[in-house]
């Protein structure tokens, strides 16, 4: 790692050439909200280098050959027509483009991965991604006299505020009055109809969810966990991770008026990176390559030991808007019954109705033994208490541990239901063929990598043993014409993660799930479980009027972050593999989707692919856009 941080500096005389003699980083060094034209002025600072793109994008050509969605990019299915991309063809593009700065090249990129529209599928350079845009007008989406319209949220000045005086005192000492914008009707934003504005959003800025109706909800502020602590999402209109627009031109209505105002609502960029404090140490803090940026050889790395616990799989998406995570307003959080296990992920509720329990589902990840118990506690407390029906919410959840899925599936179903996920597997190309094949022949098990047989069952439910080949020879598959092989069809094997047992037959009633779509990879996987095996009433709030909305968002099955799959490769001893992705000589992460998971409904869909629409659908209001409570009282 010393070599490519030697690298890396060396290189950084290249990058600086000809910079103008201010140095524009030092400039906004040391400032949490800066203009985004500075902010810009600093990442556009370093020249375009060759030997950057070449490296970055052999590391993404090769990683590319693991994802498992690839072919279906040539012509997605409908009603995901919008996610359809030559991948190979749009990578040379980028091979041959000219550009200026090597900004302009690593967004190009990011934009690319980007509009895949699949969140475990992405390019974030660390460098380009260390701000986020934030306009003081957060807008939403709600039912206003029969009518769905776009607002300026109400709720936008107590919001707002906890970004602090840093923040605030930009507009007040520009004499901005950003404040009486709150609850105005949005007329026009930027010459178009509002509606058709967040379109353009949702198909070029937010990302991470094959369905379009998704995406939307994205747009819009929203309420969510964040860590586990209630918050408000600011939304991808008002919180994008870029600082390309200095305002954003609205046409509005303000409250208590019929006069349609033009208003230019200035952004501010607000610095989520590393201390810096000039051009040298921005590169060093932000761009270049660290000891976290690739893989290590766990062989070697002294990580093997015996009862070394079995790696644990993910499926989640990266929401950069986590890193200055808002508190929601006090007047919007919960003040009914709190029930036990709510101080991690799960926040759970008796309902004033005294027959109704909630659990709201901030995430999958965080403590895992944790998740568990806190499910088995607030189940046991709505026994106790008599609950009669349980609502779970879904709202933003981003994923996280695929077998707390299946746990919670589990636990709702009862293990009298049977294996509690979907058929998996992964792509079959050459260099993962020779990674099982030196796991096998080095007599590595699950403590150290994903590609071992016995992270799998058969699809009777017996583990397969570390020794065997479950990807050579491989099964065939086409996708839009195209041979695609994959491993053999297998189960994951969560139960042997789970630390609490499971009841025989359900536990309670579970009657609705419900979400603005927002429900992405373990979460997505989850409800699609719900709905393809037990029928269970799917609802979701939002969406623009007269366009469709999915249930779920992007459903894959497990996630590799680049160094996770390095890891892989390192570990196996084949690095030096012709077809083996190099070190990345940046700070970036290339994630994809590593494994399929295929629908019970056609066993050669996968569920990211199975367009699967909500029970019921409802709008937003003014009282249950960000007003958890108010929203389950009324579902």
């Known amino acids: 790692m010393h070599a490519f941080l030697t690298l890396c500096v060396a290189l950084l005389p290249l990058l600086v050439a000809g910079a103008p003699p201010a ?21 556009k600072s370093f020249p375009f ?28 299915p409908p009603p995901f027509q ?35 529209n699949d969140g475990h599928t992405r390019w974030f350079p660390n460098c380009y ?38 923040f605030t005192d930009f507009f007040d000492s520009a ?9 105005a009707r949005v007329v026009e934003i930027e010459g178009q109809a509002p509606f058709d504005y967040v379109d353009f959003i949702a198909k070029t800025v937010s990302g991470n969810y094959l369905d379009h109706g998704v995406r939307v909800n994205s747009v819009f502020s929203s309420y969510r966990i964040s860590n586990t602590d209630f918050s408000q999402r600011i939304g991808d209109l008002a919180g994008p991770t870029d600082v390309k627009q ?48 690739n893989g290590v050889d766990l062989k070697a790395s002294g990580f093997r030991a015996q009862n070394r616990p079995r790696k644990l799989a993910t499926a989640h998406i990266i929401d950069k808007s986590q890193s200055n995570a808002i508190g929601l307003p006090p007047p919007f959080i919960p003040n009914t019954t709190t029930v036990a296990g709510s101080t991690g992920v799960i926040k759970s509720f008796i309902l004033p109705d005294k027959k109704t329990g909630v659990m709201f589902l901030g995430s999958f990840e965080g403590d895992f033994d944790g998740f568990q118990s806190d499910v088995v506690a607030a189940i046991k407390q709505f026994q106790t208490e008599k609950i009669t029906q349980v609502l779970l919410d879904l709202t933003n959840n981003g994923g996280g541990f695929v077998c707390l899925g299946q746990f919670l599936h589990q636990y709702l179903s009862g293990s009298n239901f049977g294996y509690p996920g979907f058929v998996s597997t992964n792509r079959a190309n050459p260099l993962a063929q ?29 583990q397969m043993p570390p020794s065997f080949n479950y990807i050579n020879p491989s099964s065939p598959f086409v996708v839009n014409g195209r041979q695609d092989p994959t491993s053999q069809r297998f189960h994951d094997t969560c139960e042997l993660s789970f630390t ?25 996987m989850f409800s699609t479980l719900m709905n393809e095996r037990h029928n269970t009433t799917t609802v979701v709030f939002g969406g623009r009027p007269g366009e469709s909305i999915q249930f779920k968002g992007m459903a894959g099955n497990q996630v590799l972050e680049w160094a996770d799959l390095d890891t892989e490769i390192k570990t196996a001893g084949v690095k030096d593999d012709p077809l083996a992705p190099p070190d990345l000589l940046v700070s970036g992460n290339f994630r994809h989707n590593w494994r399929t998971a295929w629908s019970f409904f056609d066993e050669n869909t996968p569920i990211a692919y199975e367009s699967e629409l909500p029970t019921l659908r409802f709008n937003y209001t003014a009282e249950t856009y960000n007003n958890p409570q108010a929203l389950w009282t009324f579902a």
């Open 49 to 76: 280098n060759e030997t950057l793109r070449q490296n970055v994008l052999t590391n993404m050509a090769r990683v590319f050959d693991f994802f498992t969605f690839e072919e279906y990019y040539l012509n997605s």
């Open 82 to 116: 919008e996610s359809t991309d030559n991948i190979r063809a749009t990578l040379a593009r980028i091979n041959t483009t000219v550009y200026k700065t090597d900004y302009d090249f690593s967004i190009d990129l990011y934009d690319f991965t980007t509009q895949l």
């Open 246 to 293: 200095t305002s954003l031109k609205m046409k509005l209505i303000p409250v208590n008026s019929t006069t349609v105002e033009s208003v230019d609502i200035p952004f501010l960029a607000n610095y989520l990176g590393l201390p810096f404090t000039d051009q040298a140490s921005f590169w060093e803090a932000n761009c270049a390559a660290n000891d976290a940026t």
């Open 175 to 183: 004499g901005f009055d950003w404040k009486r914008l709150a609850g």
């Open 500 to 524: 609490q047992p499971i009841p025989r037959t359900p536990p309670l009633d579970l009657r609705f799930v419900l979400s603005n779509g927002n429900c992405a990879s373990t979460c997505a």
């Open 434 to 462: 020779k990674i099982v094949a030196a796991d096998i022949a080095l007599g590595l098990d699950d403590s150290l990598t994903f590609y071992t047989a016995d992270n799998w069952a058969f699809l009777n439910g017996t």
């Open 129 to 166: 991604t260390s701000f986020q845009n934030i306009l003081p007008a957060p807008v939403v989406n709600i039912e206003v006299n029969g009518v769905q319209g776009v607002f300026v949220a109400p709720d936008s000045v107590e919001f707002i505020t906890q970004l602090g005086t840093n």
């Open 23 to 43: 140095d524009p980083c030092a400039a906004i060094a040391g400032k949490t909200f800066v203009p985004p034209a500075d902010a810009l002025a600093c990442e």
